[in-house]
């Protein structure tokens, strides 16, 4: 029978140390909150059933923005030190008896799939298991005035990262203990493990899994991921509809007053649809038409904000995002300017988009043709994605 194992994720400290205003785990990578990343690894691992969040009890809003809809266990808040957090959180899994528990920092976001595997795989093994790195440079040892006093044998150090795996009955075990007898200084759960008496065993670790403390972290760790994102595309869309019976028009998912409405078979917002066939180009998935046809009845009069969510959502999927929006409105009438910004919002919200990310533009084809007779209006959009150059398969 599988472990029932179960995840406690370390978000508790105040970690201003990477600069800004937020403390380090909810600093965002390319719009990611660091904890989300985190979390997230755990949470979709086949492997995991449960995730205990540990956090600070100033951080309860910035925590349920950051992992609204990822299925956790609700966050519990942490203790002074790191030790305590764990505790916490393995005290709020008691009660689920799970076999193995993986203890992790949030501040290491780049943790992989196979790497969790691994430590479930050695937890279980060995009850308790810690991934290492070996020691690529020389290290020596330092009295207090920076004189080396010994060179270590490199051959024999490691390098510790988390997730660390414990059998979970030994570990809430030894963390009571060291709180009984009043320790409260372990930087880590091997560390604690080792004092306890537990034979520790180790792991491939990747170099990848790096802990996020300085702002350079951050600087560096931004820049892999866009690097890892280098299939850049340009997605184009055009569409038109004409103008009959009605009060208003919806443009980019904002109603606007005019003295006709836009006919068509959903709510016929020129804007959105043509920015969703601009996405689902970039992605080369076909176009609206096809995943919303219009021989269906469920889209009669449909709100087309579900179309761009959905062209959005496509483009998660894919593990890429949405670099760019960019859309011109060709009509007479109504007057765009004054709603510009509006538009610019909602498509920003409906796709997930910053607004700064989200171009609007309008023009009049100048009297001359079906727009110029005031007949009905087009839009045009460009949509540049960026894609994984490797998708998972
Ligand atoms: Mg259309």
Not at 149 to 170: E, S
Not at 282 to 310: K, M, Y
Not at 343 to 357: D, F, K, L, Q, S
Request: charged letters at 25%.
């Amino acid at each position: 029978m599988a472990a029932n194992v179960a995840a406690v994720v370390v978000a508790g400290g105040r970690g201003l140390r990477a600069g800004g205003d937020l403390p380090k785990q909810y600093r965002e990578l390319l719009g990611e909150p660091v904890l989300r990343l985190s979390v997230a690894a755990l949470a979709e691992h086949s492997g995991i059933s449960l995730v205990q969040a540990v956090i600070h009890q100033d951080d309860a809003a910035l925590f349920e923005a950051a992992s609204a809809d990822l299925a956790l266990l609700p966050p519990v808040c942490g203790g002074a030190s790191r030790q305590a957090s764990v505790r916490a959180g393995l005290e709020a899994l008691e009660p689920h008896r799970p076999d193995v528990v993986l203890v992790h920092d949030a501040a290491r976001p780049f943790l992989s799939d196979a790497l969790i595997t691994r430590a479930i795989a050695a937890g279980r093994e060995s009850g308790a298991a810690v991934p290492v790195l070996a020691v690529a440079e020389t290290v020596k040892t330092v009295d207090a005035a920076g004189c080396v006093t010994a060179t270590l044998d490199r051959a024999r150090l490691r390098v510790v990262q988390t997730p660390q795996a414990f059998g979970f009955a030994a570990l809430l075990d030894a963390h009571r203990r060291a709180k009984a007898v009043g320790r409260d200084d372990f930087t880590d759960d091997a560390a604690l493990a080792e004092w306890a008496g537990l034979k520790v065993t180790t792991f491939a670790g990747e170099t990848q899994n790096v802990k996020l403390t300085t702002d350079d972290d951050f600087v560096r760790a931004e820049a892999a991921k866009l690097a890892a994102l280098s299939d850049v595309r340009t997605g184009f869309g055009f569409d038109v509809h004409r103008f009959g019976d009605g009060d208003h028009v919806m443009l980019g998912g904002v109603r606007i007053s005019h003295r006709h409405g836009l006919s068509g078979h959903s709510d016929a917002d020129v804007v959105l649809h043509a920015l969703v066939d601009a996405i689902l180009g970039a992605l080369a998935e076909g176009d609206i038409g096809v995943h919303f046809p219009p021989t269906d009845p469920q889209w009669r009069d449909a709100s087309s904000d579900r179309f761009l969510a959905f062209a959005a959502e496509r483009v998660r999927a894919r593990g890429g995002r949405i670099a760019h929006l960019d859309v011109t409105i060709v009509c007479e009438a109504p007057r765009i300017g004054p709603h510009r910004d509006a538009i610019r919002a909602r498509i920003g919200e409906i796709a997930a988009v910053p607004i700064e990310r989200v171009g609007l533009k309008a023009t009049t084809s100048e009297k001359m043709g079906f727009t110029g007779r005031g007949e009905g209006m087009a839009a045009f959009a460009n949509a540049t994605v960026r894609l994984p150059w490797r998708e998972r398969p």
